[in-house]
T-cell receptor
Framework: DTAVSQTPKYLVTQMGNDKSIKCEQN?????MYWYKQDSKKFLKIMFS???????INETVPNRFSPKSPDKAHLNLHINSLELGDSAVYFC???????????FGPGTRLTVT | GDSVTQMEGPVTLSEEAFLTINCTYT??????LFWYVQYPGEGLQLLLK?????DKGSNKGFEATYRKETTSFHLEKGSVQVSDSAVYFC??????????FGTGTRLQVFP
């Protein structure tokens, strides 16, 4: 009965590959987010979706493409992976504007 | 733009010591303020929140008061435990419905 789940938990891949991270929430929330946490633990928002519509896109390279098939899922696809993409990626969800956000366990992406 | 500033860590304390982690913010309008905690190898968990000036958020012995006049939201706990060792993030929620985080403060508590 995990509230926000992500798969995979760890992802190791080579430069130039394409990979996807999946996120699902069973809280009935209408807004979902992707955050990136770098090696110094700094967290920054990448995207948010509300009811399958893109709301926030924080100057992320267009190699990153979020996809929301329904309001319970928000996947992140990354093309042509680069070394600098290595980070922990967190999915989150919330209900309504300004509400508290619930985070998934994170996906640690390592690009070699 | 909106931003959050936290004290640099690590903060190293003995068990039962008093904890303060400073957090100040810059924001237009009236943001909601949050403290999140990240235990080793885990995701972020909401620790407490405050949605308007003078509100006090509290949870698990931690407290923080939304101070509009000093634009601060300092985290305090009267007696820390080894199990409180984690990274603590102060954050604000903007009108655009995104969380802006501070850089995080690592707390290490020794027995």
């Amino acid at each position: 009965d995990t509230a926000v789940s992500q798969t995979p938990k760890y992802l190791v891949t080579q430069m130039g590959n394409d990979k996807s991270i999946k996120c699902e929430q069973n809280l009935g929330h209408d807004t979902m987010y992707w955050y990136k946490q770098d090696s110094k633990k700094f967290l920054k928002i990448m995207f948010s979706y509300n009811n399958k519509e893109l709301i926030i896109n924080e100057t992320v390279p267009n190699r990153f493409s979020p996809k929301s098939p329904d309001k319970a899922h928000l996947n992140l696809h990354i093309n042509s992976l680069e070394l600098g993409d290595s980070a922990v990626y967190f999915c989150a969800s919330s209900q309504g504007s300004g509400g508290e956000q619930y985070f998934g366990p994170g996906t640690r992406l390592t690009v070699t | 733009g909106d931003s959050v500033t936290q004290m640099e860590g690590p903060v190293t304390l003995s068990e039962e010591a008093f904890l303060t982690i400073n957090c100040t913010y810059t924001a237009t309008g009236y943001p909601s303020l949050f403290w999140y905690v990240q235990y080793p190898g885990e995701g972020l968990q909401l620790l407490l929140k405050a949605t308007k000036a003078d509100d006090k958020g509290s949870n698990k012995g931690f407290e923080a008061t939304y101070r509009k006049e000093t634009t601060s939201f300092h985290l305090e706990k009267g007696s820390v435990q080894v199990s409180d060792s984690a990274v603590y993030f102060c954050a604000l929620s903007t009108s655009a419905d995104k969380l802006i985080f501070g850089t995080g403060t690592r707390l290490q508590v020794f027995p």
